[in-house]
């Protein structure tokens, strides 16, 4: 416990840093997703076949490989991000792709008859969205939400291969600097399972919530 006691605020500190990255990248890709998840449902073959080819092509390759592209691509072609947004970035654009099918699911289980509804009373399809369509999906989804950002949380500790000083960063870097490998990375799973854990339960309340004032 000593090693936890002398380097407990570069823990915390990598901490802070693994939930900014994770709230700002859902934060990012929750209306992306939404535009993203309106162009695989429309009607348009072109928007529609662009939604489903980012989603297949960014679900089917690692997230390692799409974070390497944007911090060692971008600066070959002349675009240089401090660590932190090329960090956002890389896991926005992998982030887009699973909550573009959240949402679409979504706004799919929906029943059909809500739009329908919403289009005889002389709203525009935009309104009818906004108003019948997003809020009920947003009560459905909410869950699978939440579950993301959980999951951001644990993801974005393989941003610590490129020295960005995540919670796993400050693991690594008191193992290397104790040559003690259980007690770092078992404190580590503790602060993850603490961080994800409470968002489980704030969004199980705020489900609750909502159920209870619908």
Known sequence: MAIISEYFSLFMSGAWYTIQL???SVLISLPIGGLMALM???DNKILSGI???YVEVIRGTPLLVQIYIVYFGLPMLGIYLDDFVSAVLAITINSVAYMSEIIRSGIQSID???MEAGRALGLPRRTAYQ???????FKHILPTIGNEFAVLIKETSIVSVL?????MFASDTVRGATYTTFTPLLFTALIYFILTFTISQVMTRLEDRLTRYN
Request: net charge positive; glycine share 8%; aromatic share 8%.
């Open 131 to 137: 108003k019948i369509i997003f809020p009920q999906a």
């Open 40 to 42: 695989r449902i429309s």
């Open 22 to 24: 994770a709230f700002v």
């Open 112 to 114: 059909k008859g809500q």
């Open 51 to 53: 939604a489903r080819t």
């Open 163 to 167: 020295g960005i000083k995540d919670l």
